[in-house]
């Protein structure tokens, strides 16, 4: 099998490479004077298997796993990972006139099998004209979280809807997990604690699948902090972390931000090489 790394999914694309020992191809990436992408794979395609690795952060790198995938078309079977999907999070039509722009995406990208890393809705897969994979990264975040050496350590979704990312992370690792239940007392107060267990004088990982702005993380962490924890961890699969987000986050009292490298970031300590990996060998 022949591996091509995206633009935004080099350093990814080498790890999930050196763990398969598959040919992992050079490619080209520029701009036309006139701000049009340019997309070139410098090496042969030497097997009938091809495996792009390409995260679609911006919009520039969408139309570059778009040239990619045109670019080999020839091979006999085209594999597509894309670890972190962006407009994924517009899967729905909440205005008249507004278009599903994570179907239209999905509906644009032509192969044989894809395969996403968390996706924001599983739903959205149903959009790709190929098979498409959700895979899971929470276990390898859990097993980071595992080696940290914290105190009493306790895993925390935002909501319930997130919990079971804090499930699957802590599975088999003899860490606790809990979610954050909001409680509103009257129109204008809403209150928030874990819904089971205390935090007090424990070390708390709050986990999600995408950290964007980080103004509700930043609530979240001061308010973990007000009732007694011991140091605030912040992981997510997916660190988009726009503007200033990373700065509101230690200004709320983080101790440290735990990503994947989905997104390649200077937080992105966790790989999900292994994850793709195992992933493309099953296939």
Request: glycine fraction near 6%; proline fraction near 4%.
């Amino acid at each position: 099998m022949d591996i091509i790394g995206g633009p935004a999914s080099q350093l990814l694309a080498g790890r999930v490479s050196n763990i398969l020992k598959n040919n992992l191809l050079i490619s080209d990436f520029k701009r036309f004077p006139d701000g049009e992408l340019y997309t070139r794979v410098l090496d042969d395609l030497t097997c009938d298997v091809v495996t792009i690795i390409q995260s679609t952060v911006t919009d520039s790198d969408f139309v570059s796993l778009l040239q990619l995938i045109d670019a080999c078309r020839d091979v006999s079977r085209i594999n597509v990972v894309i670890p972190y999907m962006g407009y994924a999070r517009q899967d729905k039509r909440f205005k008249p006139g507004e278009p599903i722009s994570a179907r239209a995406i999905a509906e644009a990208i032509k192969a044989d099998k894809v395969y996403i890393v968390n996706i924001h809705d599983e739903s959205i897969l149903d959009h790709f004209d190929a098979e498409a994979v959700n895979l899971d990264s929470t276990p390898v975040i859990g097993k980071y979280i595992k080696n940290m050496k914290l105190m009493d350590p306790l895993i925390i979704s935002p909501d319930e809807g997130a919990i079971g990312l804090a499930k699957n992370a802590s599975k088999n690792l003899g860490i606790d997990y809990d979610f954050l239940e909001k409680t509103r007392h009257s129109g204008e107060i809403v209150s928030m604690k874990p819904k089971t267990l205390a935090v007090k004088d424990r070390d708390v990982i709050i986990l999600d699948d995408i950290i964007s702005t980080g103004g509700t993380m930043a609530e979240t962490i001061a308010l973990l902090k007000s009732q007694g924890a011991h140091e605030v961890y912040v992981a997510c699969v997916h660190p988009v972390l726009s503007s200033n987000s990373t700065l509101k986050l230690f200004r709320a009292g983080v101790k440290e931000i735990i990503a994947t490298d989905t997104i390649d970031k200077g937080v992105s300590v966790v790989s999900v090489a292994p994850v793709i990996a195992d992933a493309l060998r099953a296939q």
